[in-house]
T-cell receptor, first 116, second 116 residues
Framework: AQSVTQLGSHVSVSEGALVLLRCNYS??????LFWYVQYPNQGLQLLLKYTSAATLVKGINGFEAEFKKSETSFHLTKPSAHMSDAAEYFC??????????????FGKGTLLTVNP | DTGVSQNPRHKITKRGQNVTFRCDPISEHNRLYWYRQTLGQGPEFLTY????????KSRLLSDRFSAERPKGSFSTLEIQRTEQGDSAMYLC??????????????FGPGTRLLVL
């Protein structure tokens, strides 16, 4: 079974400050890992994904995440927060069926607030 | 690429009534997923299709729930005899199966169900 733990249900930062959202995973097979963002009353938008090609993954809107196998972590960072980054962020681990990821297991999410 | 669409966006119903939701995936995608998201939680996997075949159903999907994907195109999710505990956001996602790769699931805006 796979699982995801997101540390901190709510993170608050000032505009221009570093954003760090934490994600730890559990998986019995090499994982595929994803970060999605959800704005109010909308579906989920993919920020980035880890596919084992490179441990540092760059995504959209200036976000990046680093896969650390020894720590079973995939933390999301952005050097400088913008007001438009305020949203809920979900980390997810992909299943593994025949090498492709099919269903996703999500963490509970982290609500990011950006203060002016 | 017009994205994944879901209808209706909102549904209010009385306990005991039946409801049906529709999902139209991205046209070239052969996989379609249903997830349920309750307040303060991440999405939880319900079921998925590859083309018209329903390949897995979660234990969350009681016998009151049924999903179909006729002809491998759009999908419907029906809930019979709704209960208040069914109140949630129902998310649909689609993807193109990649052999040995981390396919990206694209999410629709969701259908928010409220059972009174």
């Amino acid at each position: 079974a796979q699982s995801v733990t997101q540390l901190g249900s709510h993170v608050s930062v000032s505009e221009g400050a570093l954003v760090l959202l934490r994600c730890n995973y559990s998986s019995s097979v090499p994982p595929y890992l994803f970060w999605y963002v959800q704005y109010p009353n909308q579906g989920l938008q993919l920020l980035l994904k880890y596919t084992s090609a490179a441990t540092l993954v760059k995504g959209i809107n200036g976000f990046e995440a680093e896969f650390k196998k020894s720590e079973t972590s995939f933390h999301l960072t952005k050097p400088s927060a913008h007001m438009s980054d305020a949203a809920e962020y979900f980390c997810a681990v992909g299943g593994n069926s025949g090498g492709s990821n099919y269903k996703l297991t999500f963490g509970k999410g982290t609500l990011l607030t950006v203060n002016p | 690429d017009t994205g994944v669409s879901q209808n209706p966006r909102h549904k209010i119903t009385k306990r005991g009534q039946n409801v049906t939701f529709r999902c139209d995936p991205i046209s070239e995608h052969n996989r379609l997923y249903w997830y349920r998201q309750t307040l303060g939680q991440g999405p939880e996997f319900l079921t998925y299709f590859q083309n018209e075949a329903q390949l897995e159903k979660s234990r969350l999907l009681s016998d009151r729930f049924s999903a179909e994907r006729p002809k491998g195109s759009f999908s419907t999710l029906e809930i019979q005899r709704t209960e208040q505990g069914d109140s949630a956001m129902y998310l649909c996602a689609s993807s193109q199966r990649l052999a040995g790769g981390a396919e990206t699931q694209y999410f629709g805006p969701g259908t928010r169900l409220l059972v009174l």
